[in-house]
């Protein structure tokens, strides 16, 4: 029984793993940002990973991240620890999101150049089809004991991480560019980079979220290897800096 559970956690720590990249790579770093384009069919991948493990509607998701973005720590910001304290972002992050994510005309507003297709329509907008699917997936792959522990696990510890990016990573940690959000590096290594939240938001259009050799962006190792392959293309060769570098500061 022992062993079950242990393997269950383990699997469940990989799924969310699987997931975080896909989000980063896909809906944050590519569609959100447009920092890096894939090929149809990896795109297609993605969608579909990120579908049976988290259920995601990708225009939702990039709707909130860029009215994030536009209003960061200020009043019309969806998830801002300045505002409401770091601890209330990380408990109530899934509640803050489907503010933004479940008003249609917000949705409609951020994601002009994301027009739904027929796919969406049919299958991937369907968030709880995807998740019986991924559910589905584990059992034949792993067991019903099995799969009773780790889907459970990895859908708190997703959002759980994504709420810490929100919170800590706006609170705590490094901050080298005049924003409001810090590197986290122990947060970047189990969030596929995001963590390195302060580099994101001084250069949103960057595929690479590590700008010196003491930080570490574990998703940039495969962007840069699937460029090579011409699985996508990276829009910035070297950040772009949208705001002042400044001394580095701990908080």
Same mark, same amino acid.
């Given at each position: 029984?022992?062993?079950?559970?242990?393997?269950?956690?383990?699997?469940?720590?990989?799924?969310?793993? #699987?997931?975080?990249?896909?989000?980063?790579?896909?809906?944050?770093?590519?569609?959100?940002?447009?920092?890096? &384009?894939?090929?149809?069919?990896?795109?297609?991948?993605?969608?579909?990973?990120?579908?049976?493990?988290?259920?995601?509607?990708?225009?939702?998701?990039?709707?909130?991240? *860029?009215?994030?973005?536009?209003?960061?720590?200020?009043?019309?910001?969806? @998830?801002?620890?300045? *505002?409401?304290?770091?601890?209330?972002?990380?408990?109530?992050?899934?509640?803050?999101?489907? &503010? #933004?994510? *479940?008003?249609?005309?917000?949705?409609?507003?951020?994601?002009?150049?994301?027009?739904? +297709?027929?796919?969406?329509?049919?299958?991937?907008?369907?968030?709880?089809?995807?998740?019986?699917?991924?559910?589905?997936?584990?059992?034949?792959?792993?067991?019903?004991?099995?799969?009773?522990?780790?889907?459970?696990?990895?859908?708190?510890?997703?959002?759980?991480?994504?709420?810490?990016?929100?919170?800590?990573?706006?609170?705590?940690?490094?901050? +080298?560019?005049?924003?409001?959000?810090?590197?986290?590096?122990?947060?970047?290594?189990?969030?596929?980079?995001?963590?390195? @939240?302060?580099?994101?938001?001084?250069?949103?259009?960057?595929?690479?979220?590590?700008?010196?050799?003491?930080?570490?962006?574990?998703?940039?190792?495969?962007? &840069?290897?699937?460029?090579?392959?011409?699985?996508?293309?990276? *829009?910035?060769?070297?950040?772009?800096?949208?705001?002042? &570098?400044?001394?580095?500061?701990?908080?």
């Amino acid at each position: 029984m022992l062993g079950t559970v242990l393997f269950g956690l383990l699997l469940g720590f990989c799924v969310t793993m #699987v997931a975080n990249y896909c989000t980063t790579v896909y809906l944050h770093r590519g569609l959100t940002h447009a920092a890096l &384009r894939t090929k149809p069919w990896l795109g297609a991948t993605f969608k579909t990973v990120l579908w049976v493990t988290t259920g995601m509607r990708e225009r939702q998701w990039v709707a909130v991240h *860029r009215k994030h973005h536009a209003f960061t720590d200020e009043t019309d910001d969806p @998830h801002s620890p300045a *505002r409401i304290g770091w601890l209330r972002v990380q408990l109530t992050n899934p509640a803050l999101y489907r &503010r #933004v994510a *479940r008003d249609d005309k917000q949705v409609a507003k951020y994601t002009r150049d994301l027009p739904p +297709t027929r796919a969406d329509r049919v299958l991937f907008d369907h968030a709880l089809l995807g998740l019986a699917v991924g559910v589905v997936l584990l059992v034949f792959a792993f067991g019903w004991q099995v799969a009773a522990i780790a889907f459970p696990f990895h859908v708190v510890l997703y959002l759980g991480l994504s709420g810490s990016v929100n919170s800590i990573a706006h609170t705590f940690g490094r901050r +080298t560019y005049s924003t409001s959000a810090t590197n986290v590096q122990w947060l970047a290594l189990i969030t596929a980079g995001e963590g390195l @939240h302060n580099n994101h938001h001084g250069a949103p259009t960057s595929a690479r979220l590590s700008i010196n050799q003491r930080e570490f962006d574990p998703a940039w190792l495969s962007i &840069r290897a699937m460029a090579k392959l011409g699985w996508l293309t990276v *829009r910035h060769d070297t950040p772009k800096f949208v705001v002042p &570098r400044i001394s580095p500061t701990k908080v």
